[in-house]
Structure formats: structure tokens, C-alpha cells
């Protein structure tokens, strides 16, 4: 860097400096005529005195004296514009000189010294209206001149102080726009790249690449020159750097948040690549009352729909989710979902939705950095903390340093699916502070109306939430909802079966609707029941209106109890008995599963052939998702039909009730013979050799090959299992040897894993069963 250092006399040197920088002022002005300003080869001659620009240099030396600063810098002299090398250097150095400087003096030379308008003292200062009106506010090289110094002082022409940065801020921000927490110095990287760009809108340069190039600074960009390009071409490299910067910052900071995230949870997860959207034409007035709301800058800050199982709230958060996201609005997404591992409880609810807030909103990171900082241990604590130190805060911190802070909205899908009550509860509650924070975003909620969540509603303020009950929308909307799926479905069926054009004809349509409405779970179960390749489309739907007609059922039996029955046709009561069994063997397991597995896994862990599983699921691809690929796990299409096998009335009337409890315990009982198979769980597992290896440098396909995806169930659930049964541990029973040969194994693969902390949560599990059965005397009896 080179500066100018005063002389005695008057008299100015040159000096470069490379290391130990001394404390310099900087200069921050308007170019005249080029032949006007003093150059680099003046001040080496000793010329250039006569040049109306010497002045300039004669009143930044004047005010460094004042200020005790020997050195300044003037870029008019300072930098040797005939090397393109060093002009290079220069320019992308430039930010950071500013940034450095001790005092920046910005020299306007067309505005007067501090005085009344003499004709009307109430009229404003002559200066403020000229500072208002400065060409230096157009200039593009003055942004970034403005912005990166800590302290900046404007001076008339005269040579008389008007203000410092901090004094006249509000005049700067409303000649400039540019936020006032920027200039008052906060990092430029919690604004957005499109506000950040919105500071330079109008500024001109001489050359115009010199638009593109004064902003490497405020982006924190560095690259080559090359004068010539044009404006477009220079401003088009600069938008590749930024966004090559945004997303190195992104997988930087994600990485080393490191926060747990719950796989699969947000709206476009592969796993749910497939799932159904609204139909254009249907749910068209609440969508407009759902954009509304979004809209309405006095909105309230939940939007909680709500309905009974089956009415498709699920397909309509998914598309809005799929809304927002095209319009740049949505912020995160959890869609719960139980029996799916971390989607159906909330210890990862809040990392993965800060998570995806860091890649929508990058101005977010510093501060979620600085939360993981302070405590790495944060994804593990309480929910309150979670949500205040890795959303909240961060959020409030954006909406109070941001003039203009951006619209999120968060869609949370099915929150009566989370495990435990006392989570609902808990995320209610924190969710509700968002009304009276200041905060920027928005939440939309859905839900069935299950107490828990009907309580949590009423517990908060008045103005928290709007509310719509989505089986109370008017029966004709639904019908006419439902007419079109049915139409657009069935369409599909006559194509690819190559039926009459006239099927199914105008009355069955009408008996389809009529038998579905409000539950659009019955309208898609029944066309995936009639669509399977292996049946007669027409057969199944006359199947599906003939039971209809004869039966007077339950909602939930008339979905599912027409695909069921089809199973025991043309048995005798024998091989009903068995086929019911061989139901509940496995379809019973897949229903309480606390995440999905595939047929092999499933085959591997109940001990039968895979064969076997594939049989007794083959009917079933109406209210299963059951993939092509026998190592893709088999999934519920809807929870409604967990529901309706569980169902405690059904118990002693259907061959396919499922007694919860008794499954729970088989499961329990199948992971720990699993677990203790020979080879299975040992030390070392994977081979390494090395006692003190790191995790994160052992290859996960390392891990998935010695542990397969049966038996990290195993390791991960067979206590919720355990649990679940209201089973009791005793003295030498299947537990007690289990975790006397192989505690130490089965930590092991838990740290593997990556869920040691996880295993401490079991432990405790653990003890509270064993004390359980110490209260009521069963320890040590197994009877």
C-alpha cells in the first residue's frame, strides 16, 4: 500500500508500505477533469501544484494533522494507473483500505459551508439541501467509500465539517437507501446480495465495467479487470462470483453447524418425490385465502388448517409449500410424518428448519454460527432453547439490521403426527412468540384437531392465529373438489386400460363423490384399488359401490375395508385364520414400525423369507407404498391406515385388527434375537484397526455394509419397542443377557451411528422400566 506522508514546508513524499501499515487517513471525493486531479507521476516529479486537484490533497494533509495522522491516501496519486497489475491489486483492495483507515474524509466540493438560507431562518440549511443534492451520492466508487470506514466526517468545500456518518445518518439513508444498521457497521453479509445490490442502483461511473468492478468490495468479491468487456459481460462475472461465494459460504457454514436434520422431512425430499399436489382448479378459494394472508403485511402470524384424517391436508401443504418456494417466500419445511424415524418426533424439528433457513436466508449465518459457538451442544438441548438461540434470535437479529427484511414463511404439515404431546405443546407455545418478537416470518400450520393442539391454539393470544376447518368447507366445494380428482384419475385408468370412452359413466362418478366427500384419502385409496394392473378396473369398481351400497360403515372402513376383503376371497374359514395371521405378521409390523424398512430388512429382522414378505404385501400397492426396488423401504400412503388396523373397537369383530402392545413386543423381541446373532453386534464392527478413529473419518458406506439397515433399527428402536409394550425387564430374561454380552457392542455401533446421545436417552428409558417393575415386584419374575 502506498501512502502520502506530510512533509515540513507543505511538501508531500510517497511511501510504500508493505508490512506494519501506520495508522492513515483516507479520502473519499468526486473526480474532476482528469488533467485537473494530481497523479501518481505529479507527486514522484514533485509537480502538479498548479492543478486545481492539489487542493484537495493540501486539505486531507490539513485534517490528518488535526487528527494526529501523519499518512493519508488520495487514489488520484496514490495508485500508478500505468500498471494494469497494480490498478488490479488496487481495486480489489480498495474495500479493504477504507475498512482500515482511521478517518475517512469525504471532500464535497459542491457543497457550501454550514449556513441559513438569510431570507428564512425556519427554511432548511443551504448545505443540507446541496449535501442532499451532492453529485457525490451518484458516484459508484462512493459506496463502498461510505460503507466500509467505521468513521467518515463530510466536509463542505470550504473545508468545514458537516457531519460525521453516525450525525447525518438519516439524511444518508434517505438520499441512499441503504439500510442504517449497514452504515452503522454491521457485517455486510447479514443483507442479502439483492439488497446490497439495490445501494448501487443509479450510481454511474466513468467507465462503465467500473460499475460491476466498485462493488467487489460490498460483496467481498475478488477478480480480474478486463476493460473492454462492456457493463453487461463485467456485470455478469460479478453475479457468478457472488453466487459461487454464496453457496461456498452456505456448504461452509452448514458443515460446520453440523446440525442434526431429520431425513426427508421438508416438502421436496425425494422420498416423497411422487406425492400428490391440488389439481389445478381445486382448492381454489383456500389458496386465495391462504395468499392473503401471506400478503397482508398486518397478517397474523399462524395459519393453522385443520381437519379430520383423510381431508387431504397433507396434498394441500405440499402445494403451498411448492408455492411459496417458486415465489422465493418459503423459509423451511417439516412435514411430519410417524413411523418415519426423526420425522415423527420433535429432536430434530428445529435444527432441520434453521438448517434450511441458512440456505433460503445466508445473512442468517453468522448468527446461527455464533449460537453453535457458544454452546456445540445446543441440537441437544431443551426445545425452548433450540428455537430461541437457532431461529428466533437469528431472525430478530435480521429483522432489526434490514430495512426491507424479507418474507418467510415455514410449513408445518401434520403436527399431530409428533410423538409426543408434550412436544406439541412446547412448539405451540414457542412458535406463538413470533407474533410479539418482531420477527419476519410467517407459519403455516396443519393439523388434525387433536386436543393437545386445539388446547395449545387456545392458550395464545388473541391476534396469534387464523384458523380453517377444513372438513367445514362448504359440501358443494368439496364435491365439486372431488369430481374433478375422480374425473382426472379415473382418465388416466381408461387410457392406460384402453376402457370405452364413456366409462365410468355420469351416475358412478356421482355414487364415487357422494361415497368419498369430505375424504379425498378414500377418493385416492379407491383409484389406486381399481387402478392396480392386476385387476379388472370395472370389477374393482363395482366392488368398491356395491359395498358401499350394502354396508353402513365408518368412514375409515368404508376406505379400506373393500381393498382388505378382496384378500380373503373364495377362502374357507381356515385359510382365512392363516391369511389374517400372516397379515398381521407383517403388515402389523410395518404399521408400528418407529421407521421403514424394506422387504429385505424386514424379511432379515421377523427371521422369514424375503419371498414371503413380497407375497403377503402384493395386494396391498393401494394402501402401501411398496417400490419396484426390494431395498427401498415400504412406506404407508396414509396414516389413516394405521389408524384403522389399530383401531381398539375393531378388537375380537376384524380379522385385521392389530393389538398394538403385542406387536410392540414382538418387536422388541425380534430386535434383540437379531442383535445377538452371531456376528452380528462385536468389537471393531467395521474392521478399523484403530481404537481412536473419528467418526467422521470412517466412510458411511463402511458403516451401512457392517451394519445394514435392519440392525441399525435394531440398535436404534428396540428399547422404544420395549417400551411401548409395557413389557418389564427381569433377572437372566432376554434384555438382561442381551446387555450382559453385548452392552459395550451395541454402544459401539450406537457412537457408529452417529446417536451416542441418543443411547444415553435409552439408558434412562431403561432404568425408569427396571424401576417400574421393582414398584410392582415383577424384576427377577418373569411370570
Same mark, same amino acid.
Given at each position: 500500500?502506498?501512502?502520502?506522508?506530510?512533509?515540513?514546508?507543505?511538501?508531500?513524499?510517497?511511501?510504500?508500505?508493505?508490512?506494519?501499515?501506520?495508522?492513515?487517513?483516507?479520502?473519499?471525493?468526486?473526480?474532476?477533469?482528469?488533467?485537473?486531479?494530481?497523479?501518481?507521476?505529479?507527486?514522484?516529479?514533485?509537480?502538479?501544484?498548479n492543478?486545481?486537484?492539489?487542493?484537495?490533497?493540501?486539505?486531507?494533509?490539513?485534517?490528518?494533522?488535526?487528527d494526529?495522522?501523519?499518512?493519508?491516501?488520495?487514489?488520484?496519486?496514490?495508485?500508478?494507473?500505468?500498471s494494469?497489475?497494480?490498478l488490479t491489486?488496487?481495486?480489489?483492495?480498495?474495500?479493504?483500505?477504507?475498512?482500515?483507515?482511521?478517518?475517512?474524509?469525504?471532500?464535497?466540493?459542491?457543497?457550501?459551508?454550514?449556513?441559513?438560507?438569510?431570507?428564512?431562518?425556519?427554511?432548511?440549511?443551504?448545505?443540507?439541501?446541496?449535501?442532499?443534492?451532492?453529485?457525490?451520492?451518484?458516484?459508484?466508487?462512493?459506496?463502498?467509500?461510505?460503507?466500509?470506514?467505521?468513521?467518515?466526517?463530510?466536509?463542505?468545500?470550504?473545508?468545514?465539517?458537516?457531519?460525521?456518518?453516525?450525525?447525518?445518518?438519516?439524511?444518508?439513508?434517505?438520499?441512499?437507501?441503504?439500510?442504517?444498521?449497514?452504515?452503522?457497521?454491521?457485517?455486510?453479509?447479514?443483507?442479502?446480495?439483492?439488497?446490497?445490490?439495490?445501494?448501487?442502483?443509479?450510481?454511474?461511473?466513468?467507465?462503465?465495467?467500473?460499475?460491476?468492478?466498485?462493488?467487489?468490495?460490498?460483496?467481498?468479491?475478488?477478480?480480474?479487470?478486463?476493460?473492454?468487456?462492456?457493463?453487461?459481460?463485467?456485470?455478469?462475472?460479478?453475479?457468478?462470483?457472488?453466487?459461487?461465494?454464496?453457496r461456498?459460504?452456505?456448504?461452509?457454514?452448514?458443515?460446520?453447524?453440523?446440525?442434526p436434520?431429520?431425513?426427508?422431512?421438508?416438502?421436496?425430499?425425494?422420498?416423497?418425490?411422487?406425492?400428490?399436489?391440488?389439481?389445478?382448479?381445486?382448492?381454489?378459494e383456500l389458496?386465495?385465502?391462504?395468499?392473503?394472508?401471506?400478503?397482508?403485511?398486518?397478517?397474523?402470524?399462524?395459519?393453522?388448517?385443520?381437519?379430520?384424517?383423510?381431508?387431504?391436508?397433507?396434498?394441500?401443504?405440499?402445494?403451498?409449500?411448492?408455492?411459496?418456494?417458486?415465489?422465493?417466500?418459503?423459509g423451511?419445511?417439516?412435514?411430519?410424518?410417524?413411523?418415519?424415524?426423526?420425522?415423527?418426533?420433535?429432536?430434530?424439528?428445529?435444527?432441520?428448519?434453521?438448517?434450511?433457513?441458512?440456505?433460503?436466508?445466508?445473512?442468517?449465518?453468522?448468527?446461527?454460527?455464533?449460537?453453535?459457538? #457458544?454452546?456445540? %451442544?445446543?441440537?441437544?438441548? $431443551? *426445545?425452548? +432453547?433450540?428455537?430461541?438461540?437457532? @431461529?428466533?434470535?437469528? &431472525? =430478530?437479529?435480521?429483522?432489526?439490521?434490514s430495512?426491507?427484511?424479507?418474507?418467510?414463511?415455514?410449513?408445518?404439515?401434520?403436527?399431530?403426527?409428533?410423538?409426543?404431546?408434550?412436544?406439541?405443546?412446547?412448539?405451540?407455545?414457542?412458535?406463538?412468540?413470533?407474533?410479539?418478537?418482531?420477527t419476519?416470518?410467517?407459519?403455516?400450520?396443519?393439523?388434525?384437531p387433536?386436543?393437545?393442539?386445539?388446547?395449545?391454539?387456545?392458550?395464545? #393470544?388473541?391476534? %396469534?392465529?387464523?384458523?380453517? $376447518? *377444513?372438513? +367445514?368447507?362448504p359440501?358443494?366445494? @368439496?364435491?365439486?373438489? &372431488? =369430481?374433478?380428482?375422480?374425473?382426472?384419475?379415473?382418465?388416466?385408468?381408461?387410457?392406460?386400460?384402453?376402457?370405452?370412452?364413456?366409462?365410468?359413466?355420469?351416475t358412478?362418478?356421482?355414487?364415487?363423490?357422494?361415497?368419498?366427500?369430505?375424504?379425498?384419502?378414500?377418493?385416492?385409496?379407491?383409484?389406486?384399488?381399481?387402478?392396480?394392473?392386476?385387476?379388472?378396473?370395472?370389477?374393482?369398481?363395482?366392488?368398491?359401490?356395491?359395498?358401499?351400497?350394502?354396508?353402513?360403515?365408518?368412514?375409515?372402513?368404508?376406505?379400506?375395508?373393500?381393498?382388505?376383503?378382496?384378500?380373503?376371497?373364495?377362502?374357507?374359514?381356515?385359510?382365512?385364520?392363516?391369511?389374517?395371521?400372516?397379515?398381521?405378521?407383517?403388515?402389523?409390523?410395518?404399521?408400528?414400525?418407529?421407521?421403514?424398512?424394506?422387504?429385505?430388512?424386514?424379511?432379515?429382522?421377523?427371521?422369514?423369507?424375503?419371498?414371503?414378505?413380497?407375497?403377503?404385501?402384493?395386494?396391498?400397492?393401494?394402501?402401501?407404498?411398496?417400490?419396484?426396488?426390494?431395498?427401498?423401504?415400504?412406506?404407508?400412503?396414509?396414516?389413516?391406515?394405521?389408524?384403522?388396523?389399530?383401531?381398539?373397537?375393531?378388537?375380537?369383530?376384524?380379522?385385521?385388527?392389530?393389538?398394538?402392545?403385542?406387536?410392540?413386543?414382538?418387536?422388541?423381541?425380534?430386535?434383540?434375537?437379531?442383535?445377538?446373532?452371531?456376528?452380528?453386534?462385536?468389537?471393531?464392527?467395521?474392521?478399523l484397526?484403530?481404537?481412536?478413529?473419528?467418526?467422521?473419518?470412517?466412510?458411511?458406506?463402511?458403516?451401512?455394509?457392517?451394519?445394514?439397515?435392519?440392525?441399525?433399527?435394531?440398535?436404534?428402536?428396540?428399547?422404544s419397542?420395549?417400551?411401548?409394550?409395557n413389557?418389564?425387564?427381569?433377572?437372566?430374561?432376554?434384555?438382561?443377557?442381551?446387555?450382559?454380552?453385548?452392552?459395550?457392542?451395541?454402544?459401539?455401533?450406537?457412537?457408529?451411528?452417529?446417536?451416542?446421545?441418543?443411547?444415553?436417552?435409552?439408558i434412562?428409558?431403561?432404568?425408569?422400566?427396571l424401576?417400574?417393575?421393582?414398584?410392582?415386584?415383577?424384576?427377577?419374575?418373569?411370570?
Open positions: 500500500m502506498r501512502l502520502v506522508e506530510c512533509k515540513d514546508q507543505g511538501d508531500f513524499s510517497l511511501v510504500e508500505h508493505i508490512e506494519n501499515i501506520p495508522r492513515y487517513a483516507i479520502l473519499s471525493h468526486t473526480w474532476a477533469a482528469e488533467s485537473d486531479e494530481v497523479t501518481f507521476k505529479d507527486l514522484m516529479e514533485g509537480t502538479g501544484k492543478k486545481a486537484g492539489y487542493d484537495k490533497i493540501r486539505f486531507c494533509a490539513k485534517q490528518a494533522a488535526s494526529s495522522l501523519q499518512y493519508f491516501w488520495i487514489d488520484t496519486c496514490c495508485i500508478d494507473k500505468s494494469s497489475a497494480e491489486e488496487a481495486i480489489n483492495s480498495m474495500f479493504r483500505w477504507y475498512r482500515d483507515a482511521t478517518k475517512c474524509y469525504v471532500y464535497l466540493s459542491d457543497v457550501p459551508a454550514r449556513e441559513h438560507n438569510s431570507s428564512d431562518h425556519n427554511s432548511p440549511l443551504i448545505w443540507e439541501v446541496s449535501l442532499m443534492r451532492s453529485r457525490w451520492f451518484t458516484r459508484g466508487w462512493t459506496l463502498q467509500e461510505l460503507i466500509a470506514p467505521a468513521s467518515v466526517e463530510f466536509f463542505s468545500r470550504q473545508g468545514d465539517l458537516l457531519g460525521s456518518k453516525m450525525s447525518l445518518e438519516r439524511h444518508i439513508h434517505e438520499r441512499t437507501g441503504i439500510a442504517a444498521e449497514a452504515l452503522r457497521g454491521n457485517p455486510l453479509s447479514y443483507f442479502t446480495a439483492k439488497e446490497r445490490m439495490s445501494w448501487a442502483a443509479g450510481r454511474q461511473t466513468k467507465r462503465e465495467e467500473d460499475g460491476a468492478y466498485s462493488l467487489l468490495g460490498i460483496f467481498d468479491i475478488h477478480m480480474s479487470l478486463i476493460y473492454g468487456e462492456g457493463r453487461k459481460n463485467a456485470f455478469n462475472r460479478l453475479w457468478e462470483e457472488i453466487d459461487k461465494s454464496s461456498g459460504l452456505t456448504t461452509q457454514n452448514i458443515d460446520l453447524a453440523k446440525l436434520t431429520a431425513n426427508g422431512a421438508s416438502f421436496d425430499s425425494h422420498s416423497d418425490e411422487h406425492t400428490a399436489r391440488c389439481l389445478a382448479n381445486t382448492r381454489v389458496k386465495r385465502q391462504i395468499k392473503k394472508w401471506v400478503d397482508d403485511p398486518q397478517g397474523k402470524s399462524i395459519f393453522w388448517l385443520n381437519g379430520m384424517a383423510g381431508t387431504g391436508k397433507s396434498t394441500i401443504a405440499r402445494t403451498i409449500a411448492h408455492t411459496f418456494a417458486a415465489d422465493d417466500h418459503l423451511a419445511s417439516f412435514f411430519f410424518k410417524k413411523g418415519e424415524g426423526d420425522r415423527s418426533n420433535a429432536s430434530r424439528f428445529f435444527t432441520t428448519i434453521a438448517t434450511q433457513l441458512m440456505v433460503h436466508l445466508p445473512e442468517l449465518m453468522p448468527w446461527i454460527r455464533r449460537a453453535i459457538e #457458544a454452546d456445540p %451442544t445446543i441440537s441437544e438441548k $431443551i *426445545l425452548k +432453547e433450540q428455537f430461541e438461540k437457532l @431461529i428466533l434470535q437469528p &431472525l =430478530s437479529q435480521i429483522c432489526q439490521i430495512s426491507q427484511p424479507p418474507r418467510v414463511v415455514i410449513v408445518i404439515d401434520a403436527l399431530d403426527e409428533c410423538e409426543r404431546e408434550e412436544d406439541i405443546r412446547a412448539i405451540l407455545r414457542l412458535l406463538a412468540r413470533a407474533k410479539d418478537e418482531g419476519i416470518f410467517r407459519i403455516f400450520v396443519t393439523s388434525r387433536e386436543l393437545p393442539i386445539r388446547l395449545g391454539f387456545t392458550k395464545m #393470544a388473541a391476534g %396469534t392465529y387464523q384458523d380453517l $376447518i *377444513l372438513h +367445514e368447507v359440501q358443494v366445494t @368439496i364435491e365439486h373438489d &372431488l =369430481s374433478i380428482f375422480f374425473k382426472h384419475e379415473l382418465a388416466k385408468i381408461r387410457e392406460e386400460r384402453s376402457l370405452p370412452l364413456d366409462w365410468p359413466g355420469s358412478r362418478l356421482r355414487s364415487l363423490v357422494n361415497m368419498a366427500t369430505p375424504l379425498f384419502i378414500l377418493a385416492a385409496t379407491v383409484c389406486r384399488f381399481v387402478g392396480e394392473t392386476r385387476g379388472n378396473p370395472k370389477r374393482r369398481l363395482d366392488t368398491v359401490l356395491d359395498y358401499q351400497a350394502v354396508n353402513q360403515v365408518s368412514e375409515l372402513d368404508r376406505t379400506y375395508l373393500p381393498i382388505l376383503d378382496q384378500l380373503f376371497d373364495d377362502q374357507d374359514e381356515v385359510e382365512r385364520g392363516r391369511l389374517a395371521e400372516e397379515f398381521r405378521e407383517v403388515v402389523g409390523i410395518i404399521v408400528v414400525l418407529e421407521s421403514p424398512l424394506s422387504s429385505v430388512s424386514l424379511a432379515s429382522l421377523l427371521s422369514i423369507p424375503k419371498e414371503d414378505v413380497i407375497c403377503r404385501l402384493d395386494s396391498l400397492h393401494s394402501v402401501l407404498n411398496i417400490p419396484t426396488n426390494e431395498h427401498t423401504p415400504i412406506r404407508l400412503l396414509h396414516l389413516s391406515f394405521r389408524d384403522f388396523l389399530l383401531d381398539a373397537k375393531k378388537r375380537e369383530k376384524s380379522p385385521f385388527w392389530i393389538d398394538e402392545r403385542d406387536t410392540h413386543k414382538r418387536l422388541a423381541t425380534k430386535c434383540l434375537q437379531l442383535m445377538s446373532r452371531s456376528g452380528c453386534l462385536r468389537k471393531d464392527i467395521c474392521n484397526k484403530k481404537p481412536g478413529t473419528l467418526r467422521k473419518d470412517i466412510n458411511s458406506q463402511t458403516i451401512d455394509i457392517c451394519l445394514p439397515a435392519e440392525v441399525q433399527y435394531a440398535c436404534r428402536f428396540w428399547v419397542h420395549l417400551e411401548q409394550s413389557s418389564c425387564i427381569y433377572d437372566h430374561g432376554q434384555v438382561h443377557v442381551f446387555l450382559r454380552e453385548h452392552w459395550l457392542h451395541w454402544l459401539e455401533a450406537m457412537s457408529l451411528l452417529g446417536n451416542t446421545t441418543e443411547s444415553i436417552t435409552m434412562i428409558t431403561l432404568q425408569s422400566i424401576e417400574v417393575g421393582l414398584l410392582y415386584g415383577t424384576v427377577g419374575n418373569p411370570d
